[in-house]
Structure formats: C-alpha cells, structure tokens
C-alpha cells in the first residue's frame, strides 16, 4: 500500500472511498497537507461496512508540530499519515476492536466510561493495547480482548477491571472467585455456555 500526500485547499472533497474524503483526515492545527496510507482507508471502509454506521475520524494526520502539542510520540504513526482515532456510531469501542482485531496492524481500545475511541494504524507488526480511563496507562495485551479467566497467566489486568465494571463488582484486575461468579450468572442470564471464561461471545455480549 501507497502514502499518498494531497492538499486540503485543492484536495479536501476528494473521495478516498465510498464514504471517506481527504479532509477527514486533516490535521487539527488547520496544515494544509495531509498524508493518508490507502490502506488505512481500506480498514476505515471496511469498519464501516461491517457496522454499516457512520465512523468519525477524531485524529487522521498529524503535523509533528501538532502531534507534540497534544503529547504524542514522535515516532507516532499519525504523523506518517498511517493511523486515525475513530468513533463507530452508537457502537462501543471495544465491538469495534474485536471486529477490527482482524484488520488493523496497530489497534488501541480506550475504553473510557464516556467518549472511548479506537486506534488503527497500518504497522507491519501487530501491536494491541487496552486503556481504561483518561490519563491512564496503556496496557499491551495479546488481542482485542483476550480471553480471561480465573488462574489465567496473560498480562490482562486492564481486561479483568474492564470486565468488572461491566458486571458492576469491584475492580481489583484479579479474576477472582467474585468475577467468575458475576460471569457465571451473567452468562446463564443471557444463554451463554456458563463456564465463568469471557472468550469472544461474553465479550460481545457484555458490550452490545
């Protein structure tokens, strides 16, 4: 896939795809070139055919100006025009990773109790991370969202809590005898296999 550079002034209304344009992607210090990697497009679009539902771009490209006003990483895929912060319509950010898990090179789930967003970004190396509230830390784990369980070895504390707020017990990142219980019982309510693991389907379902 291609790094294309256009204008915003002579570019913006441009068409990338069916429902992407080249001013979407702009960076927000008003800079009138943009960099945009086709393939960020392709999994933009293919988010949005999946959930057939608007998808907002709140980050596309970033000048490295820009990006070190508001604290990113100078090596950030934002300033190569490879990565964009998006919000599916009525959609929780954690359905749209697990659905972009499959597609994204890079793939954050800030999974914030109010105005949570994903990260895509086209790196050649699959890299997945967790973050639970504004300011907080950036947990690395292995997809989005791994499987969790009681006795479970994965670095998933960041998944555990968010588990825990979902089901409303007490948010210690340790799957506890109290979580495999609250999973249990949520399962059974919604007629899932009662086996206090949260794979896929528990994920989803607490979510939807």
């Not at 959930?51 to 100006?65: D, K």
Request: charge should be positive.
């Amino acid at each position: 896939m291609t790094v294309n550079t256009y204008s915003v002034s002579k570019n913006g209304n441009t068409k990338l795809s069916n429902n992407f344009m080249v001013k979407e992607f702009a960076s927000h210090d008003g800079a009138d070139k943009v960099l945009i990697d086709d393939k960020l497009v392709l999994i933009l679009q293919n988010i949005r055919d999946h959930f057939g539902r608007a998808v907002s771009i709140s980050s596309g490209y970033r000048t490295a100006e820009y990006n070190a006003s508001v604290g990113g990483s100078a090596s950030s895929y934002h300033t190569k025009g490879q990565a964009a912060d998006i919000k599916v319509k009525d959609v929780n950010p954690v359905i749209v990773g697990i659905y972009a898990n499959s597609i994204a090179g890079g793939l954050g789930v800030y999974a914030f109790t109010s105005g949570g967003f994903c990260h895509v970004d086209t790196r050649a190396v699959k890299y997945r991370w967790l973050t639970l509230y504004k300011g907080g830390t950036n947990q690395a784990i292995s997809k989005i969202m791994p499987t969790v369980r009681q006795g479970g070895t994965y670095n998933t504390t960041n998944a555990v809590s968010l588990v825990q707020r979902r089901l409303g017990v007490s948010q210690s990142g340790t799957f506890g005898d109290q979580t495999t219980a609250a999973v249990k019982n949520f399962q059974s309510k919604n007629k899932l296999t009662v086996d206090g693991i949260v794979g896929t389907k528990t994920w989803q379902k607490l979510f939807l």
